[in-house]
C-alpha cells in the first residue's frame, strides 16, 4: 500500500498564501457602496402614563459660529475651554426643530409648528397624522421658528384646529407689531384662547411660566397615571451651554436676567422631581432629564425608559 505525500508546515503556509490571489483573479472586486449622508428619523413616540408623545424633526442646520450665540458674556477662552471638554466644536454647532404631538386618547394636540407648513406636514405624515386631525395647536412663543407652520397663502395649516397661547406672550407680540406675529397668528384670533401659568390645555395639561426668552414663553407640564414631562420649549437652547452654564447669555433670550433665572428654576425643578422634559433645540429626539452637577446641571439622553 502507497504512503500518500507529507507536505511541510511551509508548503501548507504558502499554498494558504496564495490561495487569495487565486480567487482574487477569479472574481473581480466590487464597486465601493455609495456615500449617502448624515440622517435622522423624522419622529420619535413614546409614552408618558396613558398619553402617546411624539417628537417631530422638522428640520436641523448647521450654524456657524455658536459663540455669536451662547455664552455672550463669557470669553472666547472660557467658551473654548468649556465646549472642548465636551467634545464639541467652536466654529459651528447642530440646531434642531422639534415641535411635539401629544396624544391624550381624546385629543391630538401639536405644540408649536416649525418654520414652514411644508417642514410640519411632512414631519407630521411620517409619525402617521394628518394635518385635519390636529385639534388644539399650543404655541409656547411668537418666534418664527415656531409659528412658521401655521398658515401659508393656501391658508391655515390645521384647519380643525383652534389654537391656545400665553396671553402674555400674545398681547406683548400684538402691541409691539411684528411681521411673522400679524401674518401668521392675528388672523387666527378669533380662533385662539388665552392662557395665564397654572391654566390648562385639557385634562393633564398645564401651563407653566417660563418668562425670558420672550416676554411671556410657556412651558408645559405633561401628566398621565403619575408620570409627567415638561414641554419645555426654548427656556434652554443648547444641552451643554444652557444646562451646565445657565446663566451665560443666548442672543435670543430678550429678557437675558429672567431667561438665566427661569433656567435655573425650571431646571431644579426637573432634577429634584426626576422629570424628562423636551427641549426645541436639544439634540434630536429631544428628550432627555436633568442632573444637579456642582452649582449647575448636566443634561441626560433618555433611553428606554418612556418605552415602558
Do not use: C
Not at 449622508?37 to 423624522?42: D, S
Not at 405644540?111 to 411620517?126: H, K
Request: hydrophobic share 45%.
Amino acid at each position: 500500500m502507497s504512503q500518500s505525500p507529507t507536505l511541510s508546515r511551509r508548503e501548507l503556509m504558502l499554498g494558504a498564501a496564495a490561495m487569495p490571489l487565486v480567487l482574487g483573479a477569479a472574481k473581480p472586486a466590487l464597486s465601493a457602496a455609495e456615500m449617502l449622508g448624515v440622517n435622522a428619523t423624522r419622529f420619535s413616540r413614546m409614552k408618558v402614563g396613558a398619553f402617546e408623545v411624539t417628537t417631530l424633526l422638522t428640520n436641523t442646520i448647521t450654524v456657524p459660529g455658536p459663540q455669536n450665540i451662547f455664552g455672550m458674556n463669557v470669553s472666547a477662552e472660557e467658551f473654548g475651554k468649556v465646549s472642548a471638554e465636551a467634545n464639541l466644536p467652536v466654529d459651528k454647532a447642530q440646531f434642531f426643530f422639534t415641535p411635539t404631538v401629544v396624544n391624550t386618547g381624546n385629543e391630538l394636540i401639536l405644540f408649536d409648528t416649525g418654520q414652514s407648513p411644508e417642514g410640519i406636514s411632512a414631519a407630521l405624515a411620517q409619525a402617521g397624522y394628518s394635518n385635519d386631525q390636529i385639534d388644539i395647536v399650543v404655541i409656547t412663543h411668537m418666534h418664527g421658528d415656531h409659528i412658521g407652520g401655521l398658515a401659508d397663502a393656501q391658508g391655515a395649516t390645521f384647519p380643525n384646529a383652534r389654537y391656545v397661547t400665553g396671553a402674555v406672550e400674545y398681547d406683548s407680540w400684538a402691541k409691539a407689531g411684528h411681521d411673522g406675529f400679524d401674518t401668521l397668528m392675528r388672523p387666527l384670533a378669533a380662533q385662539t384662547s388665552m392662557i395665564q401659568g397654572g391654566g390648562s390645555v385639557a385634562s393633564g395639561i398645564t401651563a407653566v411660566e417660563a418668562f425670558g426668552h420672550t416676554p411671556g414663553h410657556m412651558a408645559y407640564m405633561i401628566e398621565s397615571n403619575g408620570q409627567q414631562m415638561l414641554i419645555a420649549a426654548d427656556f434652554a437652547n443648547h444641552y451643554v451651554w444652557s444646562l451646565a452654564h445657565p446663566d451665560w447669555e443666548v442672543k435670543f433670550d430678550m429678557d437675558k436676567g429672567a431667561a438665566a433665572a427661569t433656567r435655573r428654576r425650571l431646571l431644579d425643578m426637573m432634577a429634584a422631581d426626576k422629570i424628562a422634559f423636551v427641549g426645541y433645540h436639544m439634540p434630536w429626539p429631544g428628550v432627555g432629564y436633568v442632573e444637579a452637577k456642582d452649582s449647575a446641571y448636566q443634561y441626560v439622553p433618555s433611553s428606554y425608559q418612556m418605552m415602558l
